[in-house]
């Protein structure tokens, strides 16, 4: 019993050490778990299809640092078509080269969902590409016909990758801030650009709109959305806001100011760090769903060129910033300029030159493609053709009816028929394509082999499936065509950013105006919006001279941001909708779009009714076309009030952004030692061959309010500006701010397969967020650039490739020489016949005497 009872007591003892031991114990590192939605990868695309019998998509994704990763599971909800062959028919998984999955396409019975634990090793911080790749093959119809049965969608929506780690969320530092700006997990928040006060002056735009430039370069392919976020001063009475305390639209924020601004937000210790051009970065607090990571990155200065050294290099992406949370930026402002994006002149490129890798199809149906980027002044010229030159091979026992396909654009290009005759190879095989179906920027060539089996249409798996092969050196043949821009023309803005932005004529985008008028700061959310869409498709950062207000008109091409009724009537001089009239449909559009954003949609009949409405106040005042809405010089005068007053008080902010544009432009001048009266010239050779080779096309309102169901609620109008100058505005409005946010939002979704962005057309763009439908307007008073003037091979090519488009004006020419020719002929004639018959009167009167 004595033994038992102290069998006991050691027990109790040894239980109470254990307890103890465990309260002790140091708290445990919760798990961090971040769930990321695929759709998060591509702008507003629920799903992706993969067709025919085999077929590739890369997805990429940006993650963010974590520390500790244990592991990552893939999430796939998929669904494929019911004619594959079960035992043909599979989808391949592969995360950074490395496989990790085949996934079955057996017969529809529904969605399949699919879960894939990954190693933590095959994910890494940054850049990731998960690929999805198909074979599939047709149950019964074993033919061309039967491949477009064929066909696989996941679900991005329904699918995620989950990133598990033990030890939660690193602290973030400038090295890997932009990791965390490009990242998917946080891919649906914008990019905060906060400023301090409760106006934004031209500083902090120019500033804001460099920083959202690189934040577009950063992003990819993904429609980058900017906010301007104004931090107010310390109220009456209460505390001044900080960091941690301030009302943020997200995790991902940049605060941009001098130090004595900025140092009540930061706080005394953190603005005395401030000895210099600063970068710094510090964590947010979680969020209340528990999620972290957020940030806010802080550039400063003493002055405002301090802020202008710190903003230039955290905009820099082609330099890294260091592994520390801050720096005092002392290397150099100025850094060489990185080379220019890839595009192709005239020349012959293979196509391992552009991305295209040898590839060999066992099948029916082959579909493959690659790209072409022209250059901003690509003008093709009709009779010019672009040569493919086809090297390539077939095996297998292929029937009549096989042909290879291209398409330039989605639109059918060339064919070229395969046969045995060729022995099965496909040598230098030549492929005019119409240059007219190419563009400048980027261009898509879609190449489609078709290729019938000899055995009709029974699937005998023992035969051999025909066998198609491309080669990589297969080659595209530009020939020369014509540096020439015709302006306005969004096409080339959306794909180029031409003219503000890219190279043109073998120089870089001279800088542009950055104009914004209009107090509210969804305005400048705006511009920052469209600057960072811009250089996406220059490649580079763009030099840019801000202003806030209107002051006059701008001295070179300009971007104008603006609530319609604010704007003055300079900017709508020749703009192609007037002023009021575009004021009333944009303020119908809003009511349309804000009842819809509301969960209470307008009826078909009161839409059609306020359409109505709208024709009717436009009839009978059609000579009003510059009448200025009721307000509008009220607020604008108050723009140039605001205007007058920022300037003065920072020294002349459009003077040193005027400077430092004017720095990034002189190693690309290229034409300074052209005399004035030289360029005079030029300018009216371009003004007459204007004149006789482009037709205007007015802009017929009314009809903008017939055939849509539903009205635009924002405008991007390109027109010349007033002057002799060949200068470009671009103005972007709306009626109000939350009709501005709405629609910029709306830039970045898909409708039928295409963003809105890429519907840009002409000399207008309206469109709404009711709708994924953007209504083009064709250009008005369009004008041409000649970008190598001094080039007679280049006169030459623009004045063949003008001529062609005025059939006209041609057979004017050629009427007109022909009768010249004709009575220079007759002339000719008649004088050695008088000729003639003047020496032989002479010869008969001498043997006479």
Same mark, same amino acid.
């Given at each position: 019993?004595?033994?038992?009872?102290?069998?006991?007591?050691?027990?109790?003892?040894?239980?109470?050490?254990?307890?103890?031991?465990?309260?002790?114990?140091?708290?445990?590192?919760?798990?961090?778990?971040?769930?990321?939605?695929?759709?998060?990868?591509?702008?507003?695309?629920?799903?992706?299809?993969?067709?025919?019998?085999? $077929?590739?998509?890369?997805?990429? %994704?940006?993650?963010?640092? @974590?520390?500790?990763?244990?592991?990552?599971?893939?999430?796939?909800?998929?669904?494929?078509?019911?004619?594959?062959? /079960?035992?043909?028919?599979?989808?391949?998984?592969?995360?950074?080269?490395?496989?990790?999955?085949?996934?079955?396409?057996?017969?529809?019975?529904?969605?399949?969902?699919?879960?894939?634990?990954?190693?933590?090793?095959?994910?890494?911080?940054?850049?990731?590409?998960?690929?999805?790749?198909?074979?599939?093959?047709?149950?019964?119809?074993?033919?061309?016909?039967?491949?477009?049965?064929?066909? &696989?969608?996941?679900?991005?929506?329904?699918?995620?990758? +989950?990133?598990?780690?033990?030890?939660?969320?690193?602290?973030?530092?400038?090295?890997?801030?932009?990791?965390?700006?490009?990242?998917?997990?946080?891919?649906?928040?914008?990019?905060?650009?906060?400023?301090?006060?409760?106006?934004?002056?031209?500083?902090?735009?120019?500033?804001?709109?460099?920083?959202?430039?690189?934040?577009?370069?950063?992003?990819?392919?993904?429609?980058?959305?900017?906010?301007?976020?104004?931090?107010?001063?310390?109220?009456?009475?209460?505390?001044?806001? +900080?960091?941690?305390?301030?009302?943020?639209?997200?995790?991902?924020?940049?605060?941009?100011?001098?130090?004595?601004?900025?140092?009540?937000?930061?706080?005394?210790?953190?603005?005395?760090?401030?000895?210099?051009?600063?970068?710094?970065?510090?964590?947010?607090?979680?969020?209340?769903?528990?999620?972290?990571?957020?940030?806010?990155? @802080?550039?400063?200065?003493?002055?405002?060129?301090?802020?202008?050294?710190?903003?230039?290099?955290?905009?820099?992406?082609?330099?890294?910033?260091?592994?520390?949370?801050?720096?005092? @930026?002392?290397?150099?402002?100025?850094? &060489?300029?990185?080379?220019?994006? /890839?595009?192709?002149?005239?020349?012959?490129?293979?196509?391992?030159?552009?991305?295209?890798?040898?590839?060999?199809?066992?099948?029916?149906?082959?579909?493959?493609?690659?790209?072409?980027?022209?250059?901003?002044?690509?003008?093709?010229?009709?009779?010019?053709?672009?040569?493919?030159?086809?090297?390539?091979?077939?095996?297998?026992?292929?029937?009549?009816?096989?042909?290879?396909?291209?398409?330039?654009?989605?639109?059918?290009?060339?064919?070229?028929?395969?046969?045995?005759?060729?022995?099965?190879?496909?040598?230098?095989? $030549?492929?005019?394509?119409?240059?007219?179906?190419?563009?400048?920027?980027?261009?898509?060539?879609?190449?489609?082999?078709?290729?019938?089996?000899?055995?009709?249409?029974?699937?005998?798996?023992?035969?051999?499936?025909?066998?198609?092969?491309?080669?990589?050196?297969?080659?595209?043949?530009?020939?020369?065509?014509?540096?020439?821009?015709?302006?306005?023309?969004?096409?080339?803005?959306?794909?180029?950013?031409?003219?503000?932005?890219?190279?043109?004529?073998?120089?870089?985008?001279?800088?542009?105006?950055?104009?914004?008028?209009?107090?509210?700061?969804?305005?400048?959310?705006?511009?920052?919006?469209?600057?960072?869409?811009?250089?996406?498709?220059?490649?580079?950062?763009?030099?840019?001279?801000?202003?806030?207000?209107?002051?006059?008109?701008?001295?070179?091409?300009?971007?104008?941001?603006?609530?319609?009724?604010?704007?003055?009537?300079?900017?709508?001089?020749?703009?192609?909708?007037?002023?009021?009239?575009? %004021?009333?449909?944009?303020?119908?559009?809003?009511?349309?779009?804000?009842?819809?954003?509301?969960?209470?949609?307008?009826?078909?009949?009161?839409?059609?009714?306020?359409?109505?409405?709208?024709?009717?106040?436009?009839?009978?005042?059609?000579?009003?076309?510059? %009448?200025?809405?009721?307000?509008?010089?009220?607020?604008?005068?108050?723009?140039?009030?605001?205007?007058?007053?920022?300037? %003065?008080?920072?020294?002349?902010? &459009?003077?040193?952004?005027?400077?430092?544009?004017?720095?990034?432009?002189? /190693?690309?001048?290229?034409?300074?030692?052209?005399?004035?009266?030289?360029?005079?010239?030029?300018?009216?050779?371009?003004?007459?061959?204007?004149?006789?080779?482009? $037709?205007?096309?007015?802009?017929?309102?009314?009809?903008?309010?017939?055939?849509? $169901?539903?009205?635009?609620?924002?405008?991007?109008?390109?027109?010349?500006?007033?002057?002799?100058?060949?200068?470009?505005?671009?103005?972007?409005?709306?009626?109000?701010?939350?009709?501005?946010?709405?629609?910029?939002?709306?830039?970045?979704?898909?409708?039928?397969?295409?963003?809105?962005?890429?519907?840009?057309?002409?000399?207008?763009?309206?469109?709404?967020?009711?709708?994924?439908?953007?209504?083009?307007?064709?250009?008005?008073?369009?004008?041409?650039?000649?970008?190598?003037?001094?080039?007679?091979?280049?006169?030459?090519?623009?004045?063949?490739?003008?001529?062609?488009?005025?059939?006209?004006?041609?057979?004017?020419?050629?009427?007109?020489?022909?009768?010249?020719?004709?009575?220079?002929?007759?002339?000719?004639?008649?004088?050695?016949?008088?000729?003639?018959?003047?020496?032989?009167?002479?010869?008969?009167?001498?043997?006479?005497?």
């Amino acid at each position: 019993m004595r033994n038992h009872t102290g069998v006991r007591r050691a027990g109790w003892m040894l239980l109470a050490l254990l307890s103890l031991w465990i309260g002790w114990a140091p708290p445990v590192l919760a798990a961090d778990k971040r769930v990321i939605p695929l759709s998060n990868l591509r702008d507003d695309q629920p799903d992706v299809t993969l067709n025919g019998e085999t $077929e590739t998509v890369v997805l990429r %994704a940006v993650l963010p640092p @974590v520390v500790g990763l244990t592991s990552a599971v893939l999430a796939l909800t998929y669904e494929n078509g019911i004619d594959i062959l /079960p035992e043909k028919g599979a989808m391949s998984v592969f995360i950074n080269g490395s496989p990790v999955a085949d996934l079955p396409l057996s017969a529809f019975r529904g969605p399949v969902n699919a879960s894939i634990t990954l190693p933590g090793s095959l994910i890494r911080p940054g850049e990731n590409q998960i690929v999805f790749q198909t074979s599939a093959q047709h149950r019964a119809i074993c033919t061309v016909r039967g491949t477009y049965d064929l066909w &696989a969608r996941v679900n991005l929506a329904a699918s995620s990758l +989950t990133l598990l780690s033990d030890g939660g969320v690193p602290e973030p530092d400038l090295a890997m801030m932009r990791q965390l700006l490009a990242s998917v997990d946080r891919a649906r928040e914008p990019l905060a650009i906060l400023y301090p006060g409760s106006e934004i002056d031209a500083d902090h735009l120019g500033w804001g709109s460099m920083v959202a430039q690189s934040y577009g370069l950063l992003l990819g392919d993904r429609t980058p959305r900017v906010v301007a976020v104004p931090v107010p001063a310390k109220p009456a009475g209460g505390a001044a806001p +900080t960091l941690e305390s301030l009302p943020l639209p997200g995790g991902k924020n940049i605060l941009i100011g001098t130090r004595d601004r900025i140092a009540p937000i930061l706080g005394e210790a953190r603005a005395a760090a401030i000895t210099g051009p600063f970068l710094a970065v510090y964590p947010l607090p979680a969020a209340g769903d528990g999620t972290g990571g957020g940030f806010v990155a @802080v550039a400063s200065g003493r002055t405002q060129q301090e802020v202008d050294q710190a903003v230039m290099r955290l905009s820099d992406v082609t330099r890294p910033l260091p592994t520390q949370t801050a720096m005092i @930026v002392a290397d150099a402002p100025a850094p &060489a300029a990185p080379p220019p994006p /890839p595009v192709q002149a005239e020349g012959r490129y293979r196509l391992s030159e552009l991305g295209f890798q040898t590839v060999q199809h066992s099948g029916y149906r082959y579909t493959g493609h690659f790209g072409l980027t022209l250059p901003a002044g690509f003008a093709p010229v009709s009779d010019r053709s672009i040569l493919f030159h086809v090297n390539g091979a077939f095996e297998g026992n292929l029937g009549p009816g096989a042909v290879l396909n291209v398409r330039v654009n989605g639109k059918a290009a060339g064919a070229m028929e395969v046969d045995k005759r060729s022995s099965g190879v496909i040598e230098n095989g $030549e492929m005019p394509l119409a240059m007219a179906l190419f563009r400048p920027g980027p261009n898509l060539i879609e190449v489609e082999a078709e290729l019938p089996p000899a055995g009709g249409t029974d699937c005998v798996f023992a035969v051999r499936r025909p066998t198609f092969t491309l080669l990589d050196s297969s080659s595209i043949e530009i020939p020369g065509f014509a540096r020439l821009v015709t302006l306005p023309n969004l096409r080339g803005f959306a794909s180029t950013a031409y003219p503000y932005g890219g190279v043109a004529g073998g120089e870089p985008a001279p800088p542009f105006d950055l104009v914004v008028v209009g107090r509210d700061p969804a305005w400048s959310g705006a511009a920052w919006s469209l600057t960072a869409k811009l250089a996406q498709r220059a490649g580079d950062l763009m030099a840019v001279v801000p202003y806030t207000g209107w002051d006059g008109a701008p001295n070179d091409n300009a971007l104008i941001v603006g609530p319609v009724a604010a704007l003055p009537q300079a900017v709508f001089a020749t703009a192609p909708l007037p002023a009021d009239r575009l %004021a009333g449909l944009l303020e119908a559009g809003s009511l349309i779009a804000q009842a819809k954003a509301r969960g209470e949609p307008m009826a078909a009949a009161d839409r059609r009714a306020l359409a109505d409405r709208l024709r009717l106040g436009w009839s009978g005042n059609a000579a009003r076309t510059g %009448a200025a809405r009721p307000g509008a010089t009220a607020q604008t005068s108050g723009q140039i009030g605001l205007m007058g007053s920022a300037m %003065a008080a920072d020294g002349g902010t &459009a003077n040193r952004w005027q400077r430092m544009a004017g720095d990034a432009r002189e /190693p690309a001048a290229g034409h300074g030692w052209l005399p004035d009266w030289a360029r005079r010239v030029v300018a009216a050779a371009a003004r007459y061959i204007n004149h006789w080779t482009v $037709e205007d096309a007015p802009v017929d309102v009314v009809a903008l309010t017939e055939t849509a $169901e539903t009205l635009p609620e924002a405008a991007l109008l390109q027109y010349r500006a007033p002057g002799n100058d060949p200068l470009t505005w671009t103005l972007l409005t709306a009626s109000d701010p939350r009709a501005i946010d709405r629609a910029m939002r709306s830039l970045g979704e898909a409708g039928q397969g295409e963003k809105q962005w890429d519907k840009l057309r002409g000399g207008g763009a309206l469109w709404s967020s009711a709708a994924p439908a953007v209504t083009t307007l064709e250009a008005s008073r369009p004008y041409q650039i000649i970008l190598n003037p001094f080039d007679i091979g280049n006169l030459i090519l623009i004045l063949a490739r003008n001529l062609s488009q005025r059939i006209e004006v041609l057979f004017a020419l050629l009427l007109g020489t022909a009768v010249v020719l004709t009575v220079s002929m007759r002339l000719l004639l008649k004088g050695g016949h008088r000729e003639r018959s003047g020496g032989e009167s002479s010869v008969g009167e001498g043997s006479g005497s």
